[in-house]
Each structure stands twice: as structure tokens, then as C-alpha cells.
């Protein structure tokens, strides 16, 4: 049976209005809690991550790893101590409690970059460095830092599972 085209197009269009209402009706009478209390729910919370995880994994390859960057002593020092000032408050370091940033944000700032036997991807962990993740406290360093001092933090990232806390309280003091 064929429907004539202006039934189909008054029903798109009447569906579409409906839609619009919702949508409106949604955000003028403050359905959504915004509190950083109120978890996503289970779904939401995985479709979020996984967004957010393929989105990077098909843009980490874009800053290559410069030569030898593992193998500088001193670059991983600067890096740990960028890391002290910087990002410990939300991440934490071994023997250090988070700030309210890393206790109370939402979505929380990863916590285990120290936890023994963690693989760690030092592209990856530059790249988010350099773009932070949008909608999060993640920031991008962009507007703070040269990209000298981001390849520093994430050499020192790299090596930082297993790290002690007496090992980390070294690194981090700042050079006589
Ligand atoms: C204000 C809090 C805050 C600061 C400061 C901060 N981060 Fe983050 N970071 C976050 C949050 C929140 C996330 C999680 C983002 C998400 O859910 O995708 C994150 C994610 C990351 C990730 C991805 C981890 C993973 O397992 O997916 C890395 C790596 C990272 N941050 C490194 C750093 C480094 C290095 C610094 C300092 C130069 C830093 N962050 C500073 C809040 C912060």
C-alpha cells in the first residue's frame, strides 16, 4: 500500500517536533542531576569509556617517541618533578594523598600510574598530556608547557610502576 507523500512528510515532521519537545522539556525543567555525586549509570558509564578510549587509541600515533627519551637520567628527574607540581593532586603519587581534585571529581582521575607490574604506553600517556580529555578535569598542557617538559613527564610515567614512596620523595625533591 503506497502513502502519499504529504502524510509521510506531516508524520517525519510531527515526530521530529515531538522529539524537539522532549529534548526541550529535558533541559528547562532540570531533569538531568549534574551533581558530581550522581554516578553515570552502567550503560552510559561504558558507552562514555569506550568512546573515550577508541577516540585516543586512533590518534596516539600522531607525536612519535623521540630517541633514546627512556634512557635520559635527568629528563625523568624533571619529569617527576613536573609531575609533583602538576599532577600528583589529582593522581597521586606513592606516599602522597590526592587533593579534592582526585578524591571528588567525576569522572576520577586514574589512580593506579604506580601499581607494580602496569604497562604503560609512553605515546599514550603524552597524548594525554598534550589534549586532556574533553568534559573531564583532565586539562590539556597545551597553553602551560613545551613539549620538551611533556616527553619529560611521560618518561618518568614509564617508570613509575613499582615505584616506593622513598624512591618517588627523591626523584620529585627539586636539585640542590
Ligand atoms: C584536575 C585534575 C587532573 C590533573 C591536574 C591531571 N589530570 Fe590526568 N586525568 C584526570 C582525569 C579526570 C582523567 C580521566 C579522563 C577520562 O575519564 O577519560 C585523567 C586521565 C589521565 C590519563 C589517562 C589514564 C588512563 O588510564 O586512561 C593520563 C595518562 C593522565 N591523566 C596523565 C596526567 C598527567 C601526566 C598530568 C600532569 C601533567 C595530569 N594527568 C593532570 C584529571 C587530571
Request: include cysteine; aromatic fraction near 8%.
Given at each position: 500500500?503506497?502513502?502519499?507523500?504529504?502524510?509521510?512528510?506531516?508524520?517525519?515532521?510531527?515526530?521530529?517536533?515531538?522529539?524537539a519537545?522532549?529534548?526541550?522539556?529535558?533541559?528547562?525543567?532540570?531533569?538531568?542531576?549534574?551533581?558530581?555525586?550522581?554516578?553515570?549509570?552502567?550503560?552510559m558509564?561504558?558507552?562514555?569509556?569506550?568512546?573515550?578510549?577508541r577516540?585516543?587509541?586512533?590518534?596516539?600515533?600522531?607525536?612519535?617517541?623521540?630517541?633514546?627519551?627512556l634512557?635520559?637520567p635527568?629528563?625523568?628527574?624533571?619529569?617527576?618533578?613536573?609531575?609533583?607540581?602538576?599532577?600528583?593532586?589529582?593522581?597521586?603519587?606513592?606516599?602522597?594523598?590526592?587533593?579534592?581534585?582526585?578524591?571528588g571529581?567525576?569522572?576520577?582521575?586514574?589512580?593506579g600510574?604506580?601499581?607494580?607490574?602496569?604497562?604503560?604506553n609512553?605515546?599514550?600517556?603524552f597524548?594525554?598530556?598534550?589534549?586532556?580529555?574533553?568534559?573531564?578535569?583532565?586539562?590539556?598542557?597545551?597553553p602551560?608547557?613545551?613539549?620538551?617538559?611533556?616527553?619529560?613527564?611521560?618518561?618518568?610515567?614509564?617508570?613509575?610502576?613499582?615505584?616506593?614512596?622513598?624512591?618517588?620523595?627523591?626523584l620529585?625533591?627539586?636539585?640542590?
Amino acid at each position: 500500500m503506497a502513502f502519499p507523500i504529504k502524510t509521510v512528510a506531516l508524520s517525519v515532521a510531527g515526530t521530529f517536533l515531538v522529539l524537539a519537545g522532549g529534548a526541550a522539556a529535558y533541559i528547562e525543567l532540570g531533569v538531568m542531576n549534574v551533581s558530581a555525586l550522581n554516578q553515570d549509570n552502567a550503560i552510559m558509564a561504558a558507552i562514555l569509556h569506550e568512546t573515550s578510549e577508541r577516540s585516543v587509541a586512533a590518534r596516539i600515533s600522531e607525536n612519535p617517541v623521540p630517541d633514546g627519551l627512556l634512557d635520559k637520567p635527568e629528563l625523568i628527574k624533571a619529569g617527576a618533578q613536573l609531575y609533583a607540581r602538576n599532577c600528583a593532586f589529582c593522581h597521586s603519587a606513592p606516599g602522597r594523598e590526592p587533593g579534592p581534585q582526585g578524591k571528588g571529581e567525576n569522572p576520577r582521575p586514574p589512580q593506579g600510574f604506580f601499581r607494580a607490574g602496569r604497562h604503560v604506553n609512553t605515546q599514550e600517556v603524552f597524548w594525554y598530556i598534550k589534549n586532556g580529555v574533553k568534559m573531564t578535569g583532565m586539562p590539556s598542557f597545551v597553553p602551560t608547557m613545551d613539549e620538551q617538559k611533556m616527553w619529560s613527564i611521560s618518561a618518568f610515567l614509564t617508570k613509575a610502576p613499582g615505584m616506593t614512596p622513598s624512591d618517588y620523595a627523591a626523584l620529585s625533591a627539586a636539585t640542590p
